[in-house]
């Protein structure tokens, strides 16, 4: 199970992810975090850019999973 959970594919920002790829592999679902993968750590509140990202992701028939160790507010 703990190989299951390692990152198949790194990137330099979230906005690079090839879905196609995704796809011609088989991935599915995508976890992802929010400080420092979505938005800064220090960002208080997404911008559109990220809520577009999400929605694409979701329109493409990807399953989203948004993990954090921040506080349930942030995460909210």
């Known amino acids: 199970m ?9 990137l330099n920002t979230i906005y690079e992810l090839d879905t ?9 679902s995508i976890i992802v975090d929010i400080d420092n993968t979505l938005v800064s750590w ?4 997404p911008d559109d850019k990220v809520y577009e990202l999400v929605r694409k992701l979701g329109a493409e028939g990807f399953n989203i999973c948004i993990l954090s160790n921040g506080t349930r507010k942030r995460v909210e």
């Open 2 to 10: 703990k190989n299951r959970l390692r990152p198949d594919i790194f």
């Open 20 to 28: 196609a790829l995704l796809k011609d592999l088989k991935i599915n």
């Open 42 to 45: 220090n960002t208080k509140e």
